[in-house]
Structures are given as structure tokens and as C-alpha cells.
């Protein structure tokens, strides 16, 4: 495969992915590569989509664009094997034509030799005539027919091989031919066919958990391509601002929860994380920063992920990557928690010292629940360390857990201070 990346473009609805994504295409096909965009809003349709149905289409489309890399990979191997048969070919004639040059000569030179040593051995021994020109006849009649006959047979076999070779370059044609069409149409919207050129992938999504972006880290690493991330940041008042003047315009509330439980890039906690950079698109964003983010992608294009050779070693690092995620977002859901259970014992009068108490129980509460929600996350990667885990099910019942535990507590302490 020739030098490729993925870029993965994250950020609020209307906070300008799909703007920056056709600067920086525009940028990329100026240098010579070749790109393809891939958005998500174009191809997931909007509607209220069930949880399990939205996911299922993020699936399919991740699923498509394995389809296409897994397309391009084969298609260069393909194109190494044809131009390594075209050599055999062209070996297999230059054989073919010493050959037929062997034949030549064997038949003007040995058998002018032979003919001569034989008239000698005549001259000198006449009373073995009869047998020499027996030997001349044998010699001339059957070694050299034999001889003619196997680089007759020679010739065939090495016709044969050029058949067959014709024959795996055709095999090889029609696996080249059998693609995906969905992705065939994308492609044949943004790149030409030369497969030579570096490849640009932008994905313009949301991508507001790290473990969505983090499948596209894999499949780099799976394809050995360069991956990059880039986060566009506006501020979230201009982000409303804007979604009101879109054509499809993402709800309020949509817009307030992404922003909550968005999960910026962090490099000192994440290694696949490193090359990420964020631009501040709230005004605009300079020819400075473009700049900045073709450097990005081409210092990922030119140092390509290497696929993890232990198996082990990879799933450990999946399973701790899932773990910290799912611990984040419960201890984000924790605090919201405490800080309704806080309002409501406020809103029932509760005093200053009895708030103080509260609120210092039920951070004792949060950090011994995380603890044993830890525990249990482990011990089902444990049990099924083959089946991925259903986080958003496991946090939906911590959830209920949780808040039914920090209202225990709230009721303990309003009850000790009436009675």
C-alpha cells in the first residue's frame, strides 16, 4: 500500500469539521495526494435513531471503510504480482530463445563436426565402413531426432507455462474487479485510480468518546497506515449560534450532552494519542493553522502505525483503555449526581454543617463505589475476554446504583437533623 493516513476530525456539531475538512483536502490534492472523505452526517441519515440502531450504523460505516483500505492494500499486492509475472514472461521468452538458439546449433555445428569425424574414420579404416555408416545413420536418425523431440517438448512446456501465467493474470484481474460498491462510489467522487499517490482519509465526525476514535486507530494500525487526530474547538454558545442556521439542525439538548461527556484527545494519558492537535475555530482558522495540520499529516503519513505482533499484549491494552474510559465517564456521572443530591438537600433547608457532612459522605460514597465498579469491570473481561463489553448498559445500572445510594444518604442526614 502506498503511504496513507487517517484523520480523524472531532468536535461539537457546527463548530466547522466539514469546512476545515475541504481546506485541508484542497491543501492535500495541491501536494499530489489523493483523498477521501468520509462524513458521517452524509451517510447515516438523521432521525431519533434507537441506541442500538445509531450504533449499528457507525458500525456499518467502519465496517465499509475496512472494506476500502482491506480494497487498496490487496489492489497494490496485486499490482507487485503482476509486474512480477510480467518479468517471469519476459524470462520465460528470453529462455524460450536461447532454446531455439541450442537447436541451431546443435543442428549446424555438432552435426557438421560429427559428419567430418566420421568421413575421417572412414578414409583410415575402410573395413569398418559398414558399421560407422550404420553408427552415422543411428546417429543422424534417432539421437538427433530425440534430442529435437525434447526441445520440441520443452517448447510446449514453456508454452504452457506462459498460459498458465496469462491465466493467473486474468485470476488476479477479477479479485481486483470484486469490490465493495458502496465504497467504489465514494471513491470514484474523490481519487483517480493510480493507487501510487499518498492517500488522505479525513473522517468528519463528532467522535466525542475516545473509544470511537479509538477504532480508527486500530484499523491504521491493522493497515499500517499514519493516524492523526484533530479536535476543532468553538465555544459552545457559538456552536448553538450556528446549529440554528443549518439546514439540519442537531437539538439543544443533543448538543449539550456531547458537550458534556466529550472526551478530548489526551496525550500524557493515551500513547496512540500523541499525534492530536486542537484548533480553535470560534472566529476562523488561519492559513498558520492549516499549515500546522498538514504537518501533522504528513509527519503521520510518513511514520505508519505497526500492527502489535502479540495478540496478548493488544487485548490487555483494549481491555485497560475500556476500563479507564468506563471509569471516566462513571466518575463524571458520580459528580453530577452528588451535585443534584447537594442541591435538593439545599433546597430542603438543610444547614451549613449538615451540607458540609453531606457532601464529604458522599464523595467517601463515590470513591468507594468506583473502586468496586473497577473491580467489576475487571472480572468480566475476566470471565468473557472475547466478547466486548456492554459499557453503556454497565453504566446505566451504576447509574441507578449510585443514585439511589446518594439519596440514602441525603435522607440519613435531613433525618438526624429533624429528629
Not at 27 to 50: F, Q
Not at 103 to 127: E, K, P, S
Request: charged residues 25%.
Amino acid at each position: 500500500m502506498s503511504r496513507a493516513c487517517l484523520c480523524v476530525l472531532c468536535g461539537l456539531p457546527a463548530a466547522g469539521k466539514s469546512r476545515l475538512a475541504e481546506v485541508l483536502r484542497g491543501r492535500a490534492r495541491s501536494r499530489g495526494w489523493e483523498t477521501l472523505l468520509v462524513t458521517y452526517d452524509e451517510l447515516i441519515e438523521a432521525r431519533d435513531w434507537r441506541e442500538d440502531e445509531w450504533k449499528q450504523q457507525r458500525k456499518t460505516v467502519l465496517t465499509c471503510l475496512e472494506r476500502f483500505l482491506h480494497q487498496t492494500h490487496t489492489h497494490t499486492d496485486l499490482t507487485h504480482t503482476q509486474t512480477d509475472l510480467t518479468h517471469t514472461h519476459t524470462d520465460l521468452t528470453h529462455t524460450h530463445t536461447d532454446l531455439t538458439h541450442t537447436h541451431t546449433d546443435l543442428t549446424h555445428t555438432d552435426l557438421t563436426h560429427t559428419h567430418t569425424d566420421l568421413t575421417h574414420t572412414q578414409t583410415d579404416l575402410t573395413h569398418t565402413q559398414t558399421d560407422l555408416t550404420h553408427t552415422h545413420t543411428d546417429l543422424t536418425h534417432t539421437d538427433l531426432t530425440h534430442t529435437q523431440t525434447d526441445l520440441t517438448h520443452t517448447h510446449t512446456d514453456l508454452t504452457h507455462t506462459h498460459t498458465d501465467l496469462t491465466h493467473t493474470q486474468t485470476d488476479l484481474t477479477h479479485t481486483h474487479t470484486d469490490n465493495d460498491m458502496w465504497m467504489q462510489m465514494q471513491v470514484q467522487q474523490s481519487r483517480s485510480h493510480t493507487h501510487t499517490q499518498p492517500l488522505l482519509v479525513l473522517l468528519d465526525d463528532n467522535f466525542y468518546y475516545q473509544s470511537m476514535r479509538y477504532q480508527i486507530y486500530q484499523l491504521a494500525r491493522k493497515y499500517s497506515t499514519g493516524f492523526c487526530q484533530v479536535l476543532v474547538r468553538c465555544a459552545f454558545e457559538v456552536c448553538l449560534q450556528r446549529n440554528q442556521c443549518r439546514s439540519l439542525r442537531v437539538p439543544d439538548e443533543v448538543m449539550l450532552q456531547m458537550s458534556e461527556r466529550m472526551e478530548p484527545p489526551n496525550k500524557s494519558r493515551n500513547s496512540w494519542e500523541q499525534k492530536s492537535l486542537t484548533v480553535d475555530s470560534t472566529h476562523s482558522v488561519t492559513d498558520e493553522d492549516v499549515q500546522t495540520l498538514m504537518d501533522l499529516l504528513q509527519s503521520a503519513m510518513e511514520n505508519p502505525l505497526r500492527p502489535f505482533q502479540d495478540d496478548s499484549q493488544q487485548k490487555e491494552a483494549d481491555r485497560q483503555i475500556c476500563a479507564t474510559n468506563v471509569l471516566h465517564r462513571a466518575d463524571q456521572m458520580c459528580r453530577r449526581l452528588i451535585s443534584q443530591a447537594m442541591t435538593s438537600a439545599r433546597e430542603k433547608q438543610a444547614s451549613s454543617d449538615v451540607l458540609k457532612v453531606l457532601a464529604k459522605e458522599l464523595n467517601e460514597l463515590k470513591t468507594h463505589f468506583l473502586q468496586e465498579l473497577q473491580k467489576e469491570i475487571l472480572h468480566q473481561m475476566c470471565l468473557c475476554p472475547e466478547e466486548p463489553m456492554n459499557t453503556e448498559k454497565l453504566l446505566m445500572t451504576a447509574a441507578k446504583v449510585f443514585e439511589r445510594d446518594t439519596q440514602h444518604c441525603v435522607q440519613a442526614q435531613l433525618k438526624q437533623r429533624f429528629s
